[in-house]
């Protein structure tokens, strides 16, 4: 990968020889757990400005009307979020020479805030193309990484790394675009597009000598198109009575039913909610088109044949990408000579990718599996977890909305069939083989530095957080992502497991946070191996009240209904501790957490819940533990305080 600095410029075409769009990934890491950023794309003249609104591809406007533009979405990663933008460089409209990539913040927000800033562009394999690191952001509100523009017939990509203290309006505007921040009501699925149609006498021929119209003014509040929940009356004559389910999970007698079957439900659901299909597709670098998707084909290698479990075709101006598919459910693991079988067939026919597909979780872009690198010289090799894709679904069903009632139903069986355990496809449950010799060793006092288990529970303890941000972003339809807390330039996922394998030595002790949008601050989820407890806590800042008293009160009244076991601790300025109480204590004397004349500035709640000590999700089984400890936090403590920001009642 060739890493860029700002100002610096490169031919694509000599960092790939690979075909097919590109996608271009805008990274961050946010260590104060208080905000998000969100990408944009502009399509641009060679004046420098767009053509229409149309060309304005921001999370109100998703893709661009002929498709060659698309954003992709979030997705938490190990270090924090990143929200990529597939370009499709080959079918850009000859009036566009530039397409600027930039993200935006909000609520007075800054990039300055933010720590491992930076954008990296993967060809159509996959391949890191370059990266960009920018370190010298600081009060902006808005920010153009880079740029891609053509150039002697092909394309070029330039590190801009330049600043708006304006934020996306201000941005936006110089491009061409006027905007309205004007918050707006919710749309139902059958709303106005977000740029209104006047949009359209913009791009009016100058021979028509019409006069000049105004520009429509593009609406940057964020809408929320969500599906009506119909009511449904139950008329089962006993509770016993189970529904008639398009994709039913009775029957299935072994791995291979599962697989077969869970690869069929997904496919043809693939093929048949286009919203769906694309969300999955474009992970690949697929272009927009037509998908279409078939089991079980046979291919001939070497002396006999391979059958892959399904493949993926999509059709777009003539040209059909194509991907083989190989799935494994339950705890069923991923083989590297069948699928190393599968890139060597994907090779002879010019297929562009393998998609690997199991309960595992990938972190940081690799792929669990280890495979000979020479057979990845023309071919992609990709993953995706069955947590994935049922997370894509729900945010789709849920919150983002599809294109009709017939859509949002399929995508409903797909996702009764993912979460029954019959499946096989809930994602990450298992915290390996290493679990228990490890919590054993803590136990008698053995663990010491060097031992080989504690750095693979670091590594399944990152995928378990993972997975449990993938699971609170669909409950809530928010970005919900990791929080690391390291300077620019910190040593990536190799530092963050050998810093967790460290405390777990040195204390028996692991822990994470959690980044929740509206919520008053991060979320800390800390595992205690010697003790047996799972302490989920958040720190809030304290109402601007006169007295230290009056703070307490106000923090009572929101957490009515918490737990009783609930520890609240009252922190001054600058102090890791200060006075701590359990809830049913201070309900009848508040005055536990005032001490002298110090002023409390913040409060810490944290909530212990007991650990299983089973390595799996079954009633004693660890991993159930966190999901359970973490579900009840964010029930009992966070949604009380959702509003209870300094300052508000």
């Avoid at 290698?301 to 040209?319: F, L, Q, S």
């Avoid at 595992?360 to 020479?374: C, N, S």
């Avoid at 991060?522 to 009056?550: F, K």
């Avoid at 403590?637 to 209870?644: H, K």
């Amino acid at each position: 990968m060739q890493q860029m600095r700002k100002g610096s410029n490169v031919e694509l075409s000599s960092l790939t020889e690979a075909e097919g769009p590109v996608t271009a990934a805008l990274r961050w890491s946010d260590p104060s757990g208080a905000g998000e950023a969100d990408v944009a794309a502009l399509l641009l003249d060679a004046s420098g400005k767009v053509r229409g609104d149309a060309d304005f591809v921001f999370y109100n406007q998703p893709e661009h009307p002929d498709g060659t533009v698309q954003l992709l979405g979030k997705s938490p990663t190990g270090g924090g979020s990143e929200d990529r933008i597939l370009l499709d460089l080959a079918a850009m409209p000859p009036g566009v020479e530039r397409v600027a990539l930039t993200a935006s913040r909000y609520a007075g927000a800054t990039f300055g805030d933010l720590d491992d800033l930076g954008l990296t562009l993967y060809d159509s394999s996959g391949a890191a193309l370059l990266g960009f690191d920018i370190g010298d952001a600081a009060s902006e509100t808005a920010f153009v990484f880079g740029e891609l523009y053509r150039r002697g017939g092909g394309w070029k990509f330039r590190a801009v790394g330049q600043g708006y203290a304006s934020g996306l309006a201000g941005l936006a505007g110089d491009f061409g675009i006027s905007v309205d921040d004007e918050e707006e009501a919710p749309a139902k699925p059958e709303a106005e597009p977000a740029v209104e149609p006047e949009a359209e006498a913009v791009a009016a021929p100058e021979e028509a000598k019409a006069p000049a119209q105004r520009p429509a003014r593009v609406r940057t509040a964020k809408k929320r198109v969500t599906l009506p929940k119909a009511l449904k009356v139950d008329l089962a004559d006993h509770p016993t009575w189970q529904g008639a389910r398009l994709f039913p999970v009775s029957g299935l007698r072994n791995d291979h039913e599962r697989e077969a079957r869970a690869t069929s439900t997904l496919l043809a659901v693939m093929a048949q909610v286009p919203e769906f299909g694309r969300r999955l597709t474009a992970r690949f670098n697929a272009p927009a088109g037509t998908v279409q998707t078939f089991v079980e084909p046979s291919f001939k290698h070497g002396e006999g044949k391979v059958r892959p479990d399904g493949v993926i075709r999509v059709a777009r101006a003539g040209r059909i990408w194509t991907a083989l598919v190989e799935t494994k459910t339950g705890g069923s693991p991923l083989k590297a000579d069948q699928v190393e079988a599968y890139l060597d067939v994907a090779a002879r026919n010019g297929y562009e990718t393998v998609i690997t597909l199991s309960n595992d979780l990938a972190l940081d872009g690799e792929h669990p599996l280890t495979v000979d690198k020479r057979k990845l010289r023309k071919v992609a090799l990709r993953h995706l977890s069955w947590a994935e894709v049922a997370h894509e679904a729900h945010m789709l069903s849920h919150h983002h909305g599809l294109a009709g009632q017939s859509h949002a139903w399929l995508l409903g069986e797909l996702l009764h069939y993912l979460r029954h355990d019959n499946a096989g496809c809930q994602g990450f449950q298992d915290m390996g083989q290493a679990w228990v010799p490890l919590r054993n060793a803590i136990t008698a006092g053995t663990l010491r530095p060097g031992d080989r288990y504690a750095p693979r529970v670091a590594e399944s303890w990152e995928r378990l957080v993972r997975q449990l941000c993938l699971r609170l972003s669909g409950e809530t339809g928010l970005g919900v992502a990791p929080v690391t807390r390291r300077r620019r330039g910190g040593g990536g996922a190799e530092e963050r497991r050998a810093a967790v394998a460290a405390s777990l030595i040195e204390t028996g002790r692991m822990a994470a946070e959690v980044r929740m949008p509206n919520a008053a601050g991060p979320m800390r989820i800390e595992a205690d191996l010697r003790t047996g407890q799972i302490e989920t806590s958040v720190e809030v800042p304290a109402a601007e009240r006169a007295r230290s008293l009056t703070r307490v009160q106000w923090l009572l009244r929101r957490l009515a209904d918490a737990p009783p076991e609930l520890r609240v601790e009252a922190l001054a300025d600058g102090s890791a501790e200060g006075p701590c109480d359990l809830l049913k204590n201070l309900r009848s004397e508040p005055g536990l957490l005032v001490r002298g004349g110090v002023e409390i500035s913040s409060f810490r709640l944290t909530l212990p819940t007991g650990m299983g000590t089973k390595r799996g999700t079954d009633e004693a089984g660890f991993v159930r533990s966190v999901d359970l400890a973490v579900d009840r936090f964010h029930r009992d403590v966070l949604r009380a305080l959702e509003d209870s920001v300094a300052g508000k009642d």
